[in-house]
């Protein structure tokens, strides 16, 4: 059983600042790909940022210069670094990973349940 469990979101005035961090546990050969997204109230889910095992990144338009992603590989960690947060930064934040289990296994794609990220003063 694989889990991502998302932590650190909640309410932010705006130009303040938040980090998120996505946890994978289980049975976990090798993490690829590790990524956020985001879900506002009556929209589609969409790309905020991703990072490779070996660190490369790239982002959305909106979020590039504001958001940060990293990740720890030993923990089987990444985090999102979210600062001049604004009102429409306001959304669902999920984790996304591209594991493999075991060394037979080819990678598949998991998803956290997320967490509510609020911009509001």
């Known amino acids: 059983q694989v889990q991502l469990v998302e932590s650190g979101g909640g309410l932010v005035q705006p130009g303040g600042s938040l980090r998120l961090s996505c946890a994978a546990s289980?049975?976990?050969?090798?993490?690829?790909?590790m990524g956020w997204y985001r879900q506002a109230a009556g929209k589609e889910r969409v790309l905020v940022a991703r990072i490779s095992r070996g660190g490369n990144t790239n982002y959305a338009a909106s979020v590039k210069g504001r958001f940060t992603i990293s990740r720890d590989n030993a923990k089987n960690t990444a985090y999102l670094q979210m600062n001049s947060l604004k009102p429409e930064d306001t959304a669902v934040y999920y984790c996304n990973a591209d594991l493999i289990r075991t060394i037979e296994d080819y990678a598949m794609n998991y998803w956290g349940k997320g967490t509510l990220v609020t911009v509001s003063s």
């Open positions: 289980g049975s976990i050969f090798s993490i690829n790909d």
